[in-house]
């Protein structure tokens, strides 16, 4: 069980909760900060004397239309499934478990004035895999992620439809099925829902994570086709990066030798005095893209531990202020540089490939024996050449991006949930590429037998050897290519 608490959360205690299945529940601090935030809003509602924004007025340019009391609850439901616009391909079930766990901390830290039921019941939803369903376009990374957590909100008020037990179905069936009533929402609950950064953050988590998990699988597939080009191991001495000390440099330099020790090709005599770029600066592009993911890492950790709906209510200071805090450009500018970051790993992962297939260093073109009557590994080249260059396009940033909305008053968005959904698509794309230069690499360096890699890469190669065969002829690669991405979802990653 996890209680939920305003206790800092890395990445990594996320992965944890989740790869745990963990249950969750709020710990007694942050039920108690709920319930007083919420007594102390109603208490205001009668004597503050001014309209507060989205509690007692309507929505963006519609701030100065003072709503009358016995109106507030349908003002909140109102605005629920008014937003409830979005178009496009549905979210991925894991990512949308991901938004419910970071909007339940988001009310936990008792600055949003929710309903404890409306917590709780995201709880239960959380708990029982109760997913709903969540579409990827609507929203402009500014005022919140309105649409897509309108969506994520509609099943509390009884619409709308869940992903449960595999299959889609009207929240209202299943609502009825386990003998839940749908909320009453109060003052500003809906805005609470609907204001925050979790469509954007969830996103963000799941591929920060997943390219905290390639950046590892790159350097052992890199070190794989190190071995199988027969290239050197100088580039990744520590001398040289002790005189350029990039941590990501050092690191990946250090890596390089430890998977590589004990191999009988790297220490071989070599012929060639350098490598192409794509193998001896592997170092310095690996590596950059380690500090880069550490950076945008920290960022995200900040965005989960924070409250980004609005208005933030401070009972203990009696303040209610309405702000900014669900503007997405903390982390959208940080989403496109790790675009930038995660692609260029694909990039110089395909350039090692092309090396490979080049017939060059004593390996056959296209990693076959009889190259002409078969085309041999022609063709993954091809496609991941293609996923290198469909990333390039996605990496152009969102976040450069505005479009002014709701007669003007949000006159500046952050795009951020553009940025968040092309990550996802590129992080997936560099897991393919990846895959495409081990099928390679693999293939390659059988072609320098009875020679050895290291024990490490060896013992890699052997498990993958489990899944995908060495290929003497042409064969029918998909299926091969679609092992090796499962190759790398699956397998533990060697030191």
């Known amino acids: 069980m996890h209680y939920i608490s305003s206790k800092r959360l890395s990445l990594e205690d996320v992965r944890e909760i989740f790869d745990k299945g963990e249950k969750l529940a709020l710990s007694k601090e942050s039920e108690a900060a709920i319930i007083r935030c919420r007594e102390y809003l109603d208490s205001k509602m009668d004597d503050v004397g001014r309209p507060i924004y989205g509690i007692t007025t309507g929505f963006g340019s519609l701030y100065n239309v003072t709503i009358p009391k016995e109106d507030l609850s349908q003002l909140q439901h109102n605005l629920v499934v008014s937003h409830a616009c979005g178009a496009g391909e549905k979210v991925r079930p894991e990512i949308v478990k991901l938004m419910l766990f970071l909007k339940i901390r988001n009310f936990a830290y008792g600055h949003s004035g929710v309903q404890l039921i409306t917590a709780q019941r995201l709880i239960d939803m959380y708990n029982d895999d109760i997913l709903p369903v969540v579409y990827q376009q609507g929203s402009l990374g500014a005022s919140g992620d309105l649409a897509p957590l309108a969506h994520l909100s509609l099943p509390l008020i009884g619409l709308g439809e869940v992903l449960y037990k595999g299959k889609e179905r009207p929240a209202a069936e299943v609502w009825k099925e386990k003998g839940w009533e749908p909320i009453k929402l109060q003052s500003k609950e809906g805005?609470?829902?609907?204001?925050?950064?979790?469509?954007?953050?969830?996103?963000?988590?799941?591929?920060?994570?997943?390219?905290?998990?390639?950046?590892?699988?790159?350097?052992?597939?890199?070190?794989?086709?190190?071995?199988?080009?027969?290239?050197?191991?100088?580039?990744?001495?520590?001398?040289?990066?002790?005189?350029?000390?990039?941590?990501?440099?050092?690191?990946?330099?250090?890596?390089?030798?430890?998977?590589?020790?004990?191999?009988?090709?790297?220490?071989?005599?070599?012929?060639?005095?350098?490598?192409?770029?794509?193998?001896?600066?592997?170092?310095?592009?690996h590596g950059a893209v380690k500090d880069n993911i550490l950076y945008v890492k920290s960022v995200i950790e900040n965005e989960i531990n924070s409250t980004t709906d609005n208005p933030n209510v401070f009972p203990e200071e009696d303040m209610i202020i309405s702000a900014g805090n669900f503007h997405g450009e903390p982390i959208?500018?940080?989403?496109?540089?790790?675009?930038?970051?995660?692609?260029?790993?694909?990039?110089?992962?395909?350039?090692?490939?092309?090396?490979?297939?080049?017939?060059?260093?004593?390996?056959?073109?296209?990693?076959?024996?009889?190259?002409?009557?078969?085309?041999?590994?022609?063709?993954?080249?091809?496609?991941?050449?293609?996923?290198?260059?469909?990333?390039?396009?996605?990496?152009?940033?969102?976040?450069?991006?505005?479009?002014?909305?709701?007669?003007?008053?949000?006159?500046?968005?952050?795009?951020?949930?553009?940025?968040?959904?092309?990550?996802?698509?590129?992080?997936?794309?560099?897991?393919?590429?990846?895959?495409?230069?081990?099928?390679?690499?693999?293939?390659?360096?059988?072609?320098?037998?009875?020679?050895?890699?290291?024990?490490?890469?060896?013992?890699?190669?052997?498990?993958?050897?489990?899944?995908?065969?060495?290929?003497?002829?042409?064969?029918?690669?998909?299926?091969?290519?679609?092992?090796?991405?499962?190759?790398?979802?699956?397998?533990?990653?060697?030191?």
């Open 332 to 495: 959208a500018i940080p989403m496109d540089a790790l675009a930038i970051a995660m692609s260029e790993l694909a990039s110089i992962s395909e350039r090692r490939t092309y090396q490979l297939i080049h017939g060059l260093r004593g390996l056959p073109k296209y990693l076959v024996a009889n190259p002409g009557l078969n085309s041999g590994f022609m063709i993954p080249q091809y496609t991941a050449a293609s996923i290198v260059s469909q990333n390039k396009g996605l990496c152009w940033p969102a976040s450069c991006d505005s479009i002014p909305s709701s007669q003007g008053q949000e006159d500046h968005v952050s795009m951020g949930s553009n940025s968040a959904t092309k990550l996802v698509r590129i992080v997936d794309n560099v897991e393919r590429v990846l895959a495409i230069e081990l099928f390679n690499a693999a293939q390659a360096l059988e072609f320098r037998r009875p020679e050895k890699s290291s024990p490490t890469l060896e013992g890699v190669v052997a498990e993958y050897r489990k899944d995908v065969p060495f290929l003497d002829k042409d064969s029918y690669m998909h299926p091969l290519i679609e092992k090796s991405i499962e190759f790398i979802r699956k397998t533990s990653i060697p030191c």
């Open 191 to 285: 805005l609470a829902l609907l204001n925050g950064t979790q469509f954007m953050s969830a996103h963000a988590v799941w591929s920060i994570l997943k390219s905290m998990r390639l950046s590892r699988w790159a350097d052992v597939i890199g070190a794989i086709s190190l071995d199988a080009y027969d290239g050197r191991i100088e580039p990744f001495l520590p001398l040289t990066h002790l005189i350029r000390p990039h941590n990501g440099q050092i690191s990946t330099g250090k890596r390089f030798c430890e998977l590589l020790e004990g191999s009988q090709l790297i220490q071989r005599h070599k012929e060639h005095v350098q490598d192409p770029y794509s193998f001896r600066c592997i170092p310095q592009v």
